[in-house]
């Protein structure tokens, strides 16, 4: 972490690297760009860069109202998906020789390159520009020897053969990286694999994700990447079994299969009252069940449990079971609370919000409980536990 004292230093040192400033926050899309080429950290600093706003080129004073509203939309920039994998930043508000500033404290990725919008930025000196495919490879070549998350990890048994390269080029590529960075494009598809962290730097082996996303039988390599669903005819287990299914594939294709099963099982009434317009009304909004699902995809344990994600339909509810309890700073207890998240596959959150499967990190059980509250079901009841998450969804009233 950056004191005081070292931020002031840095706000003066007009030739340091590792600083931009800027006057105000009217170009956020230049603010994204600094950010993503701090947690790139071509020159190898090891250190953090930091990026203050209201401050001139010179480092004197802009006069720019510090605010809440402000300090909120740079707070902001970390969760909207447009810079991935998601930076490791902060932002507070200091004042410096009477002058406020807001300061952006990005620290190194370590699972570079990192993108913003599908385009990898980087600063070396004064220049800031997309990386050159050396240098996006210079980047892929940082993560050796780093204590990278489970998703990252290489599968020894699998082999370049057991990805899907259409696959990966149709669908993955064309979403993830820039039209006219893909225009200029002379990259193999191992480099263009490595770069999206398909395929590990060290041995040239599928990695978790990779698999997860764009392999050929997930399940082969990661037991556990698939979703069991369950149509029970009453309010127990034991009760009859109306409808089983276990979903496979890439995540993009369980995904898709899940919406058309989720869609078949819902009920929908419809009440016409006394001349006025036809209200249809279902008993579980498909939203809401789309943000639990694709939640507990995101972060369950994939290391330690091969069990999929479970979901069971009742009569009168629907429970979601995810392997793998609260990661990082969610805990038993303060699970589900706005505001606080974590990502135990930083990765495959990556890759979900590339599909479009995810539009905003760390909003999607608010959604979801807006969503049920709008259609008259009671409220979500969370069950976190060290070893798994259940979460209850009951039948509109």
């Known amino acids: 972490m950056v004191n005081e004292n070292e931020l002031e230093a840095l706000l003066s040192d007009i030739e340091s690297d ?34 203050f706003i209201g401050a001139k080129d010179d480092g004197t004073c802009a006069d720019l109202p510090i605010n809440e509203s402000l300090l909120l939309s740079l707070s902001a920039m970390h969760d909207d998906g447009n810079i991935l994998p998601l930076p490791s930043m902060t932002v507070q508000k200091i004042t410096v020789c009477g002058c406020e500033l807001a300061v952006v404290i990005v620290e190194p990725s370590d699972a570079p390159p990192v993108r913003y919008n599908g385009r990898v930025w980087i600063r070396v000196g004064p220049r800031r520009a997309t990386a050159t495919i050396e240098e996006e490879r210079r980047l892929s070549e940082k993560r050796r020897a780093r204590d990278l998350p489970f998703d990252l990890h290489s599968i020894q048994a699998a082999s370049l053969l057991d990805l899907d390269q259409d696959l990966f080029r149709r669908e993955y590529v064309t979403s993830a990286v820039s039209p006219d960075v893909l225009d200029q494009n002379e990259r193999t598809i191992e480099q263009q694999l490595t770069s999206m962290r398909f395929l590990s730097v060290d041995d040239a082996k599928p990695t978790v994700v990779g698999l997860l996303v764009a392999g050929k039988a997930p399940t082969q390599f990661v037991p556990g990447a698939y979703i069991q669903f369950l149509r029970v005819d009453g309010t127990e287990l034991t009760d009859p079994i109306m409808d089983q299914k276990e979903i496979q594939g890439p995540i993009a294709q369980i995904l ?15 009440d016409i009252r006394l001349g006025t317009k036809e209200v249809r009304s279902p008993d579980y909004p498909l939203e809401a069940l789309r943000q ?15 069990a999929p994600v ?30 606080i998240t974590d990502y135990r596959n930083p990765h495959l959150a990556e890759a979900l919000k590339t599909l479009g499967f995810v539009q905003r990190f760390g909003v999607g059980i608010q959604l ?10 009671p409220a979500l009841d969370f069950d976190a536990q060290v070893s798994h998450v259940l979460v209850t969804i009951r039948s509109r009233l």
């Open 18 to 51: 590792r600083v931009e400033r800027k006057e105000s926050l009217t170009d956020t899309g230049k603010i994204r760009q600094a950010i993503c080429a701090f947690a790139n950290d071509m020159p190898n600093h090891n250190k953090p860069g930091v990026l």
């Open 256 to 270: 898709v299969r899940l919406d058309e099963v989720l869609i078949a099982n819902i009920r929908t009434a419809t």
């Open 292 to 306: 639990l699902v694709r939640n507990a995809v995101m972060h369950r344990d994939y290391q330690i449990s091969n």
């Open 310 to 339: 479970r979901i069971t339909w009742f009569l009168n509810r629907i429970e979601i079971q995810n392997p793998g309890g609260p990661y990082g700073q969610v805990t038993c207890e303060n699970f589900g609370t706005p505001g």
């Open 368 to 377: 979801a409980r807006r969503v049920l509250q709008e259609n008259g079901n």
